[in-house]
């Protein structure tokens, strides 16, 4: 029976497809992960070019079908369109896969890509960055140890100016995925149902604003998320109110805290009163909450590495890709006609996330 290198000297042979901006990244942090061995493969011969004077001595490829036999797992940046194609090809080849989000672009596409990973007992991991974040995994321990109350509303917002207007693809689903996988991480569970609102401010190639709102099941508290192609500034933020406290997160810098405000009232015996005691933020009262920075990229791919080596199931697993591909779907639907849409449930309920350990990624 063949054996791969990384079950005979624990050394794991990974080949990252698509050398652009995302694939140079995991290029990046996979070639400083002890016992990896990077390979580059893509298909234009000036990034190959590119991949060969940032890391002389990797082997590159100009296709996956010319070195499956000489890697034991794959990562996939390329184009969202050919996400589920090419991981669909590295998993019948055997390979372990993590792939960039969303996983697929229709529900059935990222359901294959789980059923082919689980017939062969290989890893099957999204690339769904903000689940590896310290001030991610931080907000939610603050959520669920109760201090900011019962949770009203979550809001994110992912702004910036460009690429857009891409041909292939529209900003909910080039951004949102973050969003969608950072709010289900945070409120622990599938949203059940979206609406979408979408705008073709420049153009009529794709939508490059839009809103979201998402509703769960047992959750009461709504999400909701703002991504724009087209916003003057950076944004970077997170939001979520409760009825004690309320608690902001700016990803802009590494060193960034999580900044926590004190409610001066108590929401709960506002109904019905007038607007002079609706309730107002104490600024002067603000807890800020230091992060640990590592690069989530850098945590990510050591999990998946990790993952590899040990067979432990990855955080970020195809079940959840296939969650936040359900919603993007719906987002689809709810833009087209404008109501609500429905999210189909999936066959696998929401498996609580661990934080994960972090020190091989030091």
């Known amino acids: 029976m063949y054996k791969s290198r990384s079950q005979v000297d624990n050394c794991v042979r990974v080949g990252v497809i698509g050398y652009g901006y995302w694939g140079s990244k995991h290029a990046r942090v996979l070639a400083g992960i002890p016992g990896v061995e990077l390979m580059v493969i893509e298909s234009e011969q000036d990034k190959r070019c590119d991949a060969a004077t940032a890391f002389p001595a990797v082997h590159r490829a100009a296709c996956l079908g010319e070195v499956t036999d000489m890697l034991d797992a794959v990562v996939i940046a390329t184009p969202p369109w050919s996400h589920s194609s090419i ?10 896969t993590l792939v960039e989000k969303p996983m697929a672009t229709s529900v059935e596409d990222a359901e294959a890509l789980s059923d082919a990973a689980d017939a062969r007992g290989l890893t099957l991991m999204v690339g769904h960055t903000f689940e590896y974040h310290a001030a991610v995994w931080k907000i939610r321990q603050i959520i669920t140890s109760g201090a900011l109350g019962r949770i009203l509303y979550v809001d994110t917002a992912r702004l910036q ?5 891409r041909k ?29 609102r979408a705008e073709y ?17 047992h959750t009461a ?3 909701f998320a703002h991504v724009s192609w087209l916003s003057p500034v950076k944004v970077r933020r997170i939001t979520v109110v409760g ?16 900044n926590i405000y004190d409610v001066d009232v108590d929401i709960a015996d506002l109904d019905g009163a007038p607007l002079h005691l609706l309730p107002k933020i104490r600024t002067d009262t603000v807890a800020s909450v230091e992060v640990q920075w590592k690069e989530p990229l850098l945590v990510q791919d050591s999990h998946f590495i990790d993952c590899v080596r040990t067979g432990r199931p990855p955080e970020s697993s195809g079940e959840r890709g296939i969650g936040v591909v359900r919603v993007l779907v719906a987002t689809d639907d709810a833009v087209a006609v404008g109501t609500p849409d429905a999210i189909r ?4 309920g929401w498996i609580p996330p661990t934080v994960v350990d972090t020190q091989a990624a030091s």
């Open 161 to 165: 100016s460009g690429p857009g207007p």
């Open 201 to 217: 401010t420049v153009g009529d190639i794709q939508p490059d604003v839009a809103y979201l709102r998402m509703e769960f099941p």
């Open 87 to 96: 991981a669909l090809q590295a998993l019948e080849a055997g390979l372990h």
């Open 221 to 223: 508290a709504p999400a």
């Open 243 to 258: 009825d004690q406290k309320m608690l902001v997160y700016n990803d802009l810098s590494n060193d960034e805290p999580i």
């Open 168 to 196: 292939d693809c529209n900003v909910i689903w080039d951004l949102a995925p973050h969003d969608i996988s950072i709010a289900s991480y945070l409120l622990d569970e599938f949203p059940e149902a979206v609406v979408a």
């Open 345 to 348: 449930p999936p066959s696998v």
